[in-house]
């Protein structure tokens, strides 16, 4: 029995994009979804009513900086995360790897696991596949992640080849170790860096594995697109049909939809409330060919209009104009983050319902030959 299913509901005819059920035990959720990240138990400046009310479903939080920060332990006595931070739907936790291996020479990666030092005091610590998968049954969340080695972009395909064989190894010690926790579920992860012939031969070791999902990882790191849709294209191709498929990191709109022809079901990525905080809005190309609205720039002191006509976010619908935004933003005041990073999520999560949409009307092609149309 999985703690995690996926249901698939549809295909779009034409191109094979999927529109299913995600099942967990904090609820259903349909896909393909989008999760907002909420590193550190929160998602920066909004509140939990607040990022339900957007349509968010399910959350993603990281057990690299939890485990440092109060520590799962601490989490495990309030109850597990999900009454730690007030969130009664979904949780997914990474596993930590990708912020390991972002560490550099801070960190020393040995068959057994990483050894590294904590950005924030220095202290030496160790992650392995049986630590990271203990910390996150007692962060309690309902997808846990596979401890895996990040391959860095570009790698020699000798590295490449012998860290995705160790991701293999470290899976088979995550699953052992998850077995522990019949509440929880747990997806593999698919590495291989750039190279075809190793992301088919991932894909085809964690599918073939017992875990609930499966995700695609090690890609959106520096490669461009072609290679980034060309490695994709590779991994879905072997995972199994009736398994949740999750592409880690990815979400600006493009990728979204190009992730989803590709077979993809789940999405998670900091773009939207990072760059909310950098003062940036997102917006569909019909109101900026560009997909989006830089509030410091001059054109907005006077423009009394919505970030977007006919958006239905907190922002746009109680009409907290352009040229409002703009001077809080420059005056850095956090209100106007806030209102831009409700607005970004809100559009993310209308974006990926229209999506589906599409998809249960076998639609989905003219859905994003309409979105390139004026896409730049």
Not at 185 to 190: D, N, T, V
């Amino acid at each position: 029995m999985y703690a995690v299913t996926y249901e698939l509901i549809h295909k779009d005819k034409f191109t094979g994009a999927r529109a299913g059920i995600l099942h967990t035990p904090h609820g259903d959720f349909f896909t393909p979804i989008f999760m907002p990240v909420g590193t550190q138990a929160t998602v920066k400046t909004l509140s939990p009513e607040e990022i339900s009310e957007l349509g968010a479903e399910v959350i993603l939080s990281n057990t690299y900086h939890l485990f440092l920060r109060p520590g799962a332990e601490l989490i495990q006595k309030a109850g597990g995360l999900h009454k730690f931070m007030h969130w009664s739907k979904g949780i997914l936790t990474d596993s930590g790897g990708f912020q390991v291996f972002s560490l550099g020479e801070l960190r020393k990666i040995s068959e057994d696991g990483v050894t590294f030092r904590s950005h924030i005091d220095g202290a030496k610590k160790f992650l392995s596949p049986e630590v990271s998968v203990e910390t996150q049954i007692k962060l309690g969340s309902d997808i846990m992640m596979a401890f895996d080695e990040c391959i860095p972009y570009p790698a020699e395909y000798d590295y490449a080849k012998k860290s995705t064989e160790r991701t293999h190894r470290w899976a088979e010690r995550s699953l052992h170790a998850a077995k522990v926790s019949e509440s929880q579920g747990i997806f593999g992860i698919c590495q291989g860096g750039m190279y075809e012939d190793l992301r088919a031969e991932s894909a085809k070791v964690i599918g073939s594995m017992d875990f609930d999902g499966c995700a695609i990882g090690g890609l959106s790191v520096g490669e461009d697109k072609e290679t980034m849709y060309k490695m994709l294209e590779v991994s879905t191709k072997y995972l199994p049909e009736n398994k949740a498929r999750y592409l880690m990191g990815v979400g600006t709109p493009d990728h979204l939809i190009e992730g989803v022809l590709r077979g993809v079901d789940m999405f998670d990525c900091v773009f939207a409330t990072r760059v909310a905080r950098n003062g940036m809005a997102m917006v569909s190309p019909k109101t900026s060919s560009r997909g989006r609205l830089v509030m410091k720039n001059a054109e907005f002191t006077e423009d009394f209009s919505p970030l977007e006509n006919n958006c239905d976010c907190y922002t746009c619908r109680n009409n907290f104009t352009r040229a409002y935004i703009r001077h809080l933003v420059r005056a850095d005041e956090i209100f106007g983050l806030r209102l831009l990073t409700l607005h970004n999520l809100r559009y993310l999560q209308k974006f990926m319902a229209d999506m589906r949409e599409s998809i249960l009307a076998d639609k989905f092609n003219e859905f994003r030959k309409e979105f390139f149309s004026e896409w730049r």
